[in-house]
């Protein structure tokens, strides 16, 4: 799943984006309010967690833009103690939920993790991908009924493409998804992660993951 964090202290940014990505979570992060705002909007997003005292745009005139737009995303706020003002209005803008800094990483995978399972989170709990079914909860993998046992990127990468099956996903779309960079800086990690994968997942010689030549990957939905 694909998160968005705008949060313009670094520590704290940082903090979240390095301990999401060892849940196995894909991570954008931003620093000021129009670039969350542009995010949000444009970016296809599993959760957003939005700092409400935001240079150039409030965190709460971000989330009202996100909600006038009619996107029902889960908002968690990250508010400093005291701004109780803040939290009340975030929450009648539409927030799901808030967490108050300083906080500990086990409260705010806690809080995400709650939002990701609402009922209206359509896939919040797993992917099912023709014979392959990946589930959230467990960080389980099975091809064919046999499970298949993925380090926490090789876990990242597969369900970044079981979100977009038999989509040509570019390197570059790849790479800004599960390892956050905005550009290919001349890298062959993911060939060499897509690889891992096809190793992996390989059952009575087929492969689900296919290279579209000079484009990147496809991840194709069979039950073969």
């Not at 620093?31 to 542009?38: K, S, T, V, Y």
């Not at 499970?147 to 876990?155: D, K, N, P, S």
């Not at 038999?166 to 060499?192: C, K, M, Y």
């Amino acid at each position: 799943m694909h998160i968005l964090v705008a949060e313009d202290e670094p520590a704290i940014a940082d903090f979240i984006e390095r301990g999401l990505r060892a849940e196995g979570y894909s991570v954008t992060c931003v620093h000021d309010g129009a670039a969350a705002q542009i995010e949000a909007l444009n970016g296809d997003y599993a959760l957003v967690l939005l700092d409400i005292l935001l240079p150039k745009q409030s965190g709460l005139a971000v989330l009202a833009a996100i909600r006038e737009r009619g996107s029902d995303v889960p908002e968690i706020l990250l508010t400093a103690r005291g701004e109780v003002e803040h939290k009340v209005e975030g929450l009648d803008k539409g927030a799901n939920d808030y967490v108050v800094k300083p906080f500990s990483f086990e409260e705010l995978t806690a809080r995400v993790r709650a939002q990701l399972r609402r009922p209206n989170q359509a896939g919040a709990d797993g992917l099912e991908v023709g014979d392959i079914t990946l589930d959230f909860r467990t960080r389980q993998v099975r091809r064919a009924g046999e499970e298949v046992h993925l380090t926490a990127r090789e876990f990242e990468l597969l369900a970044y493409l079981m979100r977009h099956p038999n989509q040509v996903l570019s390197r570059g779309q790849i790479l800004n998804a599960v390892w956050g960079f905005d550009h290919e800086p001349g890298t062959n990690v993911i060939d060499v992660y897509v690889g891992y994968l096809r190793r992996k997942l390989r059952t009575n010689g087929t492969v689900p993951i296919e290279t579209v030549r000079s484009v990147g990957y496809r991840l194709v939905a069979r039950d073969d």
